[in-house]
């Protein structure tokens, strides 16, 4: 079976995480359930892999920074749960080889195409989504694969009804990656703005 041990700690994980977050989960449908996918949307908070996890049934192989695997420990729990390891300061073409098997044997992925948290939010400078890095874009086209992108809103506040994740349709890339990174950043940009000015309006 796919990534074992993450299929026991999503088990485990998943009601635990509900209970302290009560995250609410919309258009989980939209994601496939076969064949290679790529979600992709906007990273606001660490807790935001375990929220785009717990809305997909399909194993999600996360690429994560390359800081976390740096010893033997958390290399094997990482490694197990199915993560990628990429390095955020480069051109990481280890990383974008090994997520390319990856959605070529039919799985899917998770990325932030931001790179990085956004931690403009409340600031003077405050921006809805950092700039998009090509890497997902650039590996659907290279696979076929679909994207579903997500929006990711509201706050994670213990026992609060705060935070919730949306998934748009899915669809492929079918033009050259300026200007279809440029459509994913305008979906996801749309997604947020809708999301946080319906939740503004309750």
């Known amino acids: 079976m796919d990534c074992i041990l993450y299929r026991i700690l999503r088990f485990i994980g998943r009601p635990i995480f509900k209970i302290l977050y009560l995250p609410k989960y919309i258009d989980r449908i939209n ?8 979600l992709a ?22 690429l994560a920074k390359k800081e976390l695997f740096k010893n033997k420990l958390t290399n094997w729990f990482f490694r197990s749960m199915g993560c990628i390891p990429v390095d955020r300061k480069a051109t990481d073409g280890k990383a974008k080889n090994e997520s390319i098997k990856v959605l070529e044997s039919g799985k899917c992925i998770g990325i932030f195409p931001e790179g990085t948290i956004n931690r ?3 600031t003077e400078t405050e921006v809805v989504i950092l700039p998009f890095k090509y890497g997902a874009v650039s590996m659907a086209q290279k696979t076929n694969a679909f994207i579903v992108p997500f929006a990711i809103t509201g706050k994670y506040k213990l026992f609060k009804r705060s935070i ?23 979906i996801v940009s749309k ?12």
Not at 31 to 38: H, T
Not at 191 to 198: T, V
């Open 31 to 38: 994601i496939p359930k076969k064949g290679p996918v790529i």
């Open 41 to 62: 949307g906007n990273h606001t908070n660490n807790l935001d892999a375990f929220i785009m996890i717990g809305g997909s049934t399909r194993v999600a192989h996360i």
């Open 120 to 122: 403009t939010k409340g």
């Open 164 to 186: 919730q994740i949306r998934y748009g349709k899915p669809y492929k890339v079918r033009h050259d990656i300026e200007t279809e990174n440029k459509k994913l950043m305008d």
């Open 191 to 202: 997604m947020i703005m809708e999301d946080e000015n319906a939740r503004k309006k309750k």
